[in-house]
């Protein structure tokens, strides 16, 4: 026998990147020890930070020399959610640690009982084309833009901020919340409502 001599194998290691919050692409990495035919680099996301490929995933055969590959969001989610980088080789999975961002998001603002005019903002990322926004309202609980009344919002300031006028009011209880549609998808803010009471004056005769 010759002398032993130590080596260390190196396993799979998945780096999960940060996400761009304007774009919402994400370059991570992978570094393997060896070569494989059958690989598959994805990226996992979902509302809870227990994240895996039985999740909503993106992915791509294809990587650079580095192991990097970049991937975007296009059907963006609501709120804060959770993402992680996951690679596939030959049918085991290996992830990268879990982060998150705030994803599309509708805030619904106060109403001005006197003007009857409700604020709101808006996030959602740039370069959509395709897109309206406004308050809808009625006296359904969950009012929504294409069932119940809404109104379209002035512009948006340079903080995605955008006001809303009331119209054709119904006596009662009124429901309203601000919305955002992105292609076929709506975001809605939260509900509030008020009461829109008759008022009834003084006979003159």
């Not at 982060?99 to 001005?112: A, M, Q």
């Not at 009011?169 to 292609?183: D, E, N, S, W």
């Amino acid at each position: 026998y010759g002398d032993v001599m130590p080596f260390t194998t190196k396993g799979v290691e998945v780096i999960t990147g940060d996400m761009d919050p304007s774009t919402f692409e994400v370059t991570s990495k992978v570094e393997m020890g060896a070569d494989f035919n059958k690989i598959r680099y994805g990226l996992c996301f979902g509302a809870t930070e227990n994240l895996s490929v039985q999740n909503s995933v993106i992915g791509t055969n294809e990587a650079e020399q580095d192991g990097s590959y970049t991937l975007r969001l296009n059907d963006i989610p609501y709120g804060e959610f959770f993402y992680r980088a996951y690679v596939t080789i030959n049918d085991a999975t290996f992830y990268g640690e879990v982060k998150s961002l705030e994803g599309n998001k509708v805030v619904t603002g106060e109403l001005d009982e006197e003007t009857m005019t409700v604020s709101a903002w808006v996030r959602f990322p740039s370069g959509y084309d395709n897109f309206t926004y406004g308050i809808c309202y009625g006296t359904s609980s969950s009012p929504s833009y294409d069932r119940d009344k809404s109104v379209n919002g002035d512009r948006f300031d340079q903080e995605n901020n955008f006001t809303a006028t009331l119209t054709r009011l119904p006596f009662g209880k009124v429901y309203y919340r601000a919305y955002i549609t992105i292609g076929q998808k709506v975001y809605y803010g939260e509900t509030y409502s008020f009461e829109h009471k008759m008022i009834i004056g003084e006979p003159v005769d």
